[in-house]
């Protein structure tokens, strides 16, 4: 089945930094990368997405990249803020599913926490 | 636009008493649903999933069920709950396509704590 591994575990920036959070997966089939943030004690929001067929996209200061020969995707925060701080988790389906059928395999998470 | 509800916010039970938490879903039809449950400082435990009513598919043996009695809601449920059942529980939705590549939603989670 899929397993995702999300480095690093914890990562601190001064505001105005970049931050960069990666992640690997293990099957080639999955083709969908989402990225989600959640704040202390909130609900993950998803704050980003990539499916298998791009390998950039950007959305203001965030920006998804994908090498789907290595099987890796990274997470890239430019000119990071004090609301940048929270726990970002990568995640990687199938289009069948994940490990077994019906599911998103989510990484560890990574705390950041941005410095003014 | 779709919302998605979850109650209670926050729950304290005894250990051994029973547990309800429901879902639902707005603005949507024939969604799949999603239990998953986060312990403190930790990622995300896929305990249950649905893509239709009364199609429930368990990720985790444990002493939690859910179920589905209508298109948009999602119940889980306990007879008897244990200390290790505490944690951030939270309810998601995704668009049913036939496929599983698509965003999930979550809602806002009930904290529940067992004493």
């Known amino acids: 089945g899929e397993n995702v591994e999300q480095h690093p575990s914890t990562l601190s920036v001064q505001e105005g930094d970049s931050a960069v959070i990666k992640c690997t997966y293990s099957?080639?089939?999955?083709?969908?990368f989402p990225w989600y943030k959640q704040e202390l004690g909130k609900r993950p929001q998803l704050i980003i997405d990539i499916r298998s067929n791009v390998g950039e996209k950007k959305d203001q200061r965030i920006a998804v990249t994908l090498n789907k020969t290595a099987k890796h995707f990274s997470l890239h925060i430019t000119e990071t803020q004090p609301e940048d701080s929270a726990v970002y988790f990568c995640?990687?389906?199938?289009?069948?599913?994940?490990?077994?059928?019906?599911?998103?395999?989510f990484g560890k998470g990574t705390k950041l926490s941005v410095k003014p | 636009s779709q919302t998605i509800h979850q109650w209670p916010a926050t729950l304290v039970q005894p250990v051994g008493s029973p547990l309800s938490l429901e879902c639902t879903v707005e603005g949507t039809s024939n969604p799949n649903l999603y239990w998953y449950r986060q312990a403190a400082g930790r990622g995300l435990q896929l305990l249950f999933y649905s893509v239709g009513i009364g199609q429930i598919s368990s990720e985790v043996p444990q002493n939690l069920s859910a179920s589905r009695p209508q298109d948009r809601q999602f119940i889980l449920s306990s007879k008897k709950l244990l200390l290790s059942d505490s944690g951030f529980y939270l309810c998601a939705w995704s668009v049913s396509t036939g496929t599983f590549d698509q965003p999930q939603h979550f809602g806002d989670g009930t904290r529940l704590s067992i004493l």
């Open positions: 099957d080639s089939a999955s083709n969908y």
């Open positions: 995640a990687a389906s199938t289009a069948l599913g994940g490990g077994s059928q019906g599911n998103l395999i």
